[in-house]
């Protein structure tokens, strides 16, 4: 998967992007920060270890993203973002009276914006022929 870049690749990078982010986070009572902020929750090894689990998965694809994309991209991607949800809310599909609906949108262009980091080597090298490379070995 590394060499070749297919939408099926693009995909899995989005399914665990979106794992990620609404796992995180999401309006109902099912994510780890819900888990976490209930009344009858006590802090332990096992909530220690999931937060551990989910801030190395943000680690990993926030660097990438901004690796790939830099800040310049990252900020365009998500103008662009915003400018979708406006789009949204200025055709009447969206309202900003309903901050549940505002808040899954949001937290699924999150994790878009993570997908396209994370792919955004492979399509630059597919459009232009350039290569990223990190590390380089003397």
């Known amino acids: 998967m590394a060499n070749s870049f297919t939408p099926t690749s693009f995909l899995l990078r989005w399914l665990f992007a979106a794992a990620l982010v609404f796992g995180t986070y999401n309006p109902t009572d099912y994510s780890y920060v819900s888990w976490v902020l209930a009344e009858d929750t006590h802090f332990g090894p096992v909530i220690a270890i999931v937060g551990l689990l989910l801030l190395i998965g943000w680690i990993i694809y926030v660097r990438a993203t901004f690796l790939s994309m830099g800040w310049l991209g990252v900020i365009l991607g998500a103008a662009l973002f915003g400018c979708v949800v406006w789009l949204f809310v200025d055709l009447g599909w969206m309202t900003l ?27 630059r090298k597919r459009l232009t022929g350039q290569i990223d490379v990190d590390d380089v070995e003397d």
């Open 97 to 123: 009276d309903s901050p549940g609906a505002l808040a899954w949108v949001a937290l699924l262009l999150v994790s878009l914006l993570l997908a396209v980091g994370m792919s955004w080597s492979h399509v």
